[in-house]
């Protein structure tokens, strides 16, 4: 659970049910003064329901036919209520509880498991609270383009930067739609400014709107995270990191590489890999220049657990500036 959600979490849900009970007793009021004989039809069923559930334990003569006798009445009378609110207008549910979430019949859980709408409100909340949501507005998948990248291929790279693009596009929009089923995890490596950190935000967001919890972090602000929970025992920290659903790590070979970095970061990697949780990482360098910088241990999980994606080209953002200043 992220720290201090789960408080906000029940707020939201006490809400939902209080302004559902206010309106439930509106309806009712209403229904009372202009067709009460919709009511009296519900207290007429509420009895015949109880006497089925007595009936079921009384020794008394030819009880199946009874019991039986006894719903076919209810089932008249509810045929009978539903009529009588149709003809004056009103759905055969209007003064019945109307749930946002008819599973957990907004509670947010089912028995002691939590329900699919409390992980949708627990990534809305961390959404809107983190980062995120801002840096997303404008980096999704409606504005990638594709024109940005050369149509000509380069030095001994075997197709262009944008026949390449379009490729690692087609496989992180499949990542998308498969992601509740997959096991991949991702790495995106090659130079500054072709493209990785803006495609890692188009992962982020549609995942994000599709009601899955991506933590986002640079690989310096990971290292930090990682410090706080190693030396302050922070365990909603820990819990986040390890299990969301997509934890992204840009910029990997930006932070200050020392022993606990590293120490740290493979056992982030190593515990997430146990878990199958799921993981993108996006690094400037190239596979060399990672195995000579980090640890066999890490480089082993990075390149043999996640699929491998190189990209390559101009800087895109040196580009559009150029485009900005003419």
Known sequence: M???YQAEIERIYEGIREKEDNAFRERRKE???NLPIVLDLEAQIGKLCVEVAVSSFKEISNREVHINNLKN???DLRVKKYEVLGQHGYSGDYIEKHYKCNKCKDTGFIGNNKCTC???KMVQLYYNSSELKEMLSDDNFKNF???LFPSKRLNDEPESPRKNMEKIYDKMWTYVEEFETSNENVLFYGNAGTG???LSHCLAKELLDRGYLVVYRTADDLIQDLRSVKLDNDASKENLLINCDLLIIDDLGTEQITNFSKTELFNLLNKKLLKGKKMLVSSNYT???LSKTYSERITSRLFGNFSLNKFYGEDIRVKKNFNKMR
């Open 118 to 120: 409390y992980k949708n």
């Open 196 to 198: 990785k950190t803006f």
């Open 145 to 147: 383009n594709f024109d």
């Open 2 to 4: 992220i720290k201090g």
């Open 31 to 33: 229904i009372q003064a």
């Open 287 to 289: 596979l060399e220049v």
């Open 73 to 75: 009445r209810i089932t």
